[in-house]
């Protein structure tokens, strides 16, 4: 018989509906099951077998990262079975940037209020991240807090582990002048800046599921929650066919705070703006809030989620095999000898 506790229960803590919740997300786990995991869910800790076939120095590479305040969209929408994929995928994003294949992932839910079937909601997400980059859910925790969190509101953070030869880890020290910037379009606003979006739009007093002309006749909040893009296996199959020296993923911080960070320190990264595919959703925010185009770059990924550095003569290979993974990759600019870090023109 499993446990019960009233006097707990009396206290705002209900422990047999996280049996309950744990019982419905067993489904959404199983479809990230791989070859690697030794364990079930509801031990102490998750198993993972490492295969370090063909490596000669395997390295783990690990990231952890939250939704932010992108979830009070989702309390706003009512809608919880997508933030899990913004989740996993601000951890995998991170880690393919240093040419590792994610390995597993764990989650950790802290709510006000364990109700069963909104906690299968956010772990369906986070179990539909995990297929989108071949990683296993391999454990999690959810905390009822109640008296800490409202009771309708909930906190989500992941943590992944992916594994890399020590001889293919990317190496930015290599880029120079001369070498290309490939972009990958980002689905949207992604995961970041969502302090600045919610002030903008005034999303807690506003009818942000009305249908909106600019965003295609898409609500302000439908647009807002399409989750980040996984970028785990086109960018795998990049680095098999092409010299791929970096990579950065563009979240917090825009172009100017993120590009620089996949760049030897003397370089830049010169961007024709007019190349720069700038989604719907960002032209909005800008004239919405009159926010300066300058701040813009460096708050948002404005249709950009991540870029990947290779040398000229391998540029439209890298197109190529980009868009044969299915992402409509474009050159958007050129490294230049510069202390500027990024140069939008």
């Known amino acids: ?17 996280g049996y309950k919740a744990v019982e419905l997300m067993k489904s959404h786990i199983a479809r990230t099951m791989t070859s690697g995991v030794v364990s ?27 939704v932010g305040t992108k979830l009070k969209l989702a309390f706003l929408m009512d809608k919880h079975d997508t933030v899990g994929i913004d989740c996993v995928a601000m951890c ?12 597993f992932f764990l989650d950790y839910i802290a709510c006000g209020k364990n109700v069963p079937e909104k906690i299968e909601a956010i772990v369906k997400g986070v179990a539909e991240g995990c297929v989108q980059s071949g990683c296993a859910l391999i454990g999690g925790e959810t905390a009822e807090m109640p008296g800490f969190y409202p009771i309708d509101e909930y906190d989500l953070a992941g943590y992944s582990t992916g594994v890399v030869d020590r001889s293919k880890i990317l190496d930015k020290t290599s880029v120079t002048e001369g070498d290309v910037i490939v972009a990958l379009p980002s689905s949207g606003v992604h995961s970041n800046g969502f302090s600045l979006v919610r002030k903008v739009f005034d999303v807690e007093n506003a009818n942000i599921k009305a249908p909106v002309d600019e ?39 825009g172009f100017y705070e993120n590009i620089p960070r996949s760049l030897p320190t003397g370089y830049s990264a010169k961007i024709k703006k007019s190349d720069v595919r700038v989604l719907p959703i960002f032209k909005l925010i800008e004239k919405v809030g009159n926010i300066p185009e300058r701040d813009m770059f460096n708050t948002f ?10 040398a000229k003569e391998d540029a439209a290979k890298a197109v190529e095999v980009l868009k044969e993974q299915g992402e409509d990759a474009y050159v958007i600019g050129e490294v230049v000898k510069s202390d500027e870090g990024v140069i939008i023109e």
């Open 301 to 310: 990924n404005m249709g950009v989620g991540m870029i990947a550095v290779v």
């Open 1 to 17: 018989m499993k446990s019960s506790s009233e006097s707990y229960k009396a206290a705002g803590v209900d422990i047999t509906a």
């Open 215 to 253: 965003l295609g006749g898409k609500s302000i909040g439908e647009t807002l929650l399409t989750p980040t893009k996984i970028y785990v296996k086109p960018m795998l199959a990049l680095f098999e066919e092409v010299k791929v020296k970096s990579v950065s993923h563009i979240t917090g911080g």
């Open 40 to 66: 079930d869910i509801g031990g102490f800790g998750g198993l993972f077998e490492l295969d370090i076939t063909g490596m000669e120095r395997p390295v783990l590479v690990s990231g952890t990262d939250g």
């Open 92 to 103: 995998v994003n991170d880690i393919i940037c240093c040419g590792a294949k994610p390995l």
